[in-house]
């Protein structure tokens, strides 16, 4: 029997498309009177163990210029292929943790979004691309999880995106065929490894772009840090651009991608505390509580639904559900359809008994953000360092 996961606790879990956040109200919220929880920022904090919710953005380190002031320099091997303004990427997660306004804001601000179809029915994969368009009619990308959804191809490429955006493959999936595929169609292939073995076989395979993820991200993810596994893909696979992801959130994130040699970032954890972001606002809440050590690398949210990750571990919050679990999956693998039972049960009065994927990277955020600000801070930010701080350590050698 196929178990559907719960919706909005799972990477298979389906949410409405750009739904409203609507769990605020579970939590404990003081409204600052002039700003509107979930739009212009909520700052959560930890009191005496109990998650409150303040409405009320938390001085940013970095202020990002408007829009129109934010003229994008940061010029990479990857913005000139993709014919993007920023390299910046909104990761595509699948089952409804992305959106058609996410991608569609994330792309008009110059990044990159890249709709997650993976888990979902393609009339909601449609009705996301068709949202994003009417933001935009800039580059957009569309991701499949090549293990669970390879034969979802065909339908992902009839939507046109400008990237189609793969990742953990099985080892017999014919990677050269399936971005083919892709190229024959003119569209460009963004394919993401946890390790430089994935990293070799996927530019082989004629991959355009390859996305090195650290360990420390949220979702499904491998078994090295960041800083590791993006030098090592650059070495082994240039010219081919490379992406870095894990942990990443902003400005400093980037600048240090680009010293490592990477072209871009892809980031997921951020992106999902935005506005834009189609997931509750306890789970946006739960991201910007994190101080980044409440995640843990476990295999429970696979054996609750049944699903067999190849050579992955999921990064997940460390929920009481999560922990009640660790250690235990024969007997969860056993009970799973009683377990759902509970969990959707709770979900609805306890936000903080479930699953909910985020990364180390929760750890740097702070705020609530309309996405197209996430990305213009990211680029001004990095713009900043490599201009100003980096070039002042500079010293004549005397
Ligand atoms: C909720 C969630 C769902 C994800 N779903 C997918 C997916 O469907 N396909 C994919 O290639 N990556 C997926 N990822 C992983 C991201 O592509 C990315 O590698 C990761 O989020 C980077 O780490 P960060 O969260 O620290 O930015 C997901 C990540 C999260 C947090």
């Given at each position: ?91 595509g ?21 890249v709709?997650?179809a ?23 990308g569309i991701n499949l999880?090549l ?6 191809l065909?339908?992902v490429l009839?939507l046109e995106p400008v990237v189609l955006s793969t ?11 399936i971005f083919?595929k892709a190229h024959?169609r003119g569209i460009r292939v963004m394919h ?15 991959a355009d772009v ?189």
């Open positions: 029997m196929r178990i559907e996961p719960p919706k909005h606790v799972h990477e298979g879990g389906a949410m409405q498309a750009d739904a409203a956040p609507r769990r605020l109200a579970d939590l404990n919220v003081e409204e600052d009177p002039g700003t509107t929880p979930g739009h212009d920022g909520v700052h959560v904090v930890l009191d005496d163990g109990q998650m409150r919710v303040r409405a009320r953005r938390q001085a940013p380190t970095f202020e990002p210029p408007g829009g129109e002031e934010c003229v994008g320099v940061i010029r990479t091997p990857f913005t000139e292929l993709i014919g993007i303004e920023h390299p910046v990427v909104c990761a997660m699948g089952g409804g943790h992305t959106g058609g306004a996410l991608v569609g804001r994330v792309s008009e601000a110059g990044g990159l979004g709709i997650g993976s888990f979902l029915p393609p009339q909601e994969v449609e009705s996301m691309v068709r949202r994003a368009r009417e933001i935009t009619s800039k580059p957009i999880l293990h669970a959804t390879q034969d979802r065909d339908e009839d990742a953990w493959p099985r080892d017999d999936q014919d990677l050269a065929a083919a024959e993401m490894v946890p390790r430089v073995e994935d990293g070799v076989r996927a530019a082989e395979a004629g390859i996305v090195a993820q650290g360990n420390e991200g949220g979702g499904h993810v491998g078994e090295i840090g960041t800083t590791v596994i993006v030098r090592q893909v650059v070495k082994s696979v240039a010219p081919i651009p490379v992406l870095a992801a894990g942990g990443l959130v902003d400005g400093a994130g980037l600048a240090a991608a680009l010293a490592l040699g990477a072209d871009g970032v892809l980031l997921g954890t951020r992106f999902l505390a935005t506005d834009e972001a189609p997931v509750e606002a306890a789970y946006k809440g739960a991201i910007v509580a994190s101080r980044g050590d409440d995640t843990i690398v476990t295999t429970v949210a696979d054996t609750l639904s049944g699903r067999d990750w190849p050579g992955a571990w999921s990064r997940v919050r460390r929920t009481r559900f999560i922990e009640e679990w660790l250690g235990r999956e024969p007997e969860l693998r056993r009970r799973r359809d009683a377990v759902w039972a509970v969990l959707e049960a709770a979900e609805e009065s306890d936000p903080d008994y479930g699953v909910m994927w985020i990364g180390q990277s929760a750890g740097l955020v702070d705020s609530i953000l309309p996405a197209g600000d996430v990305v213009r801070g990211i680029v001004a930010e990095a713009e900043e360092i490599l201009r100003s701080r980096l070039p002042a350590l500079l010293r004549e050698r005397s």
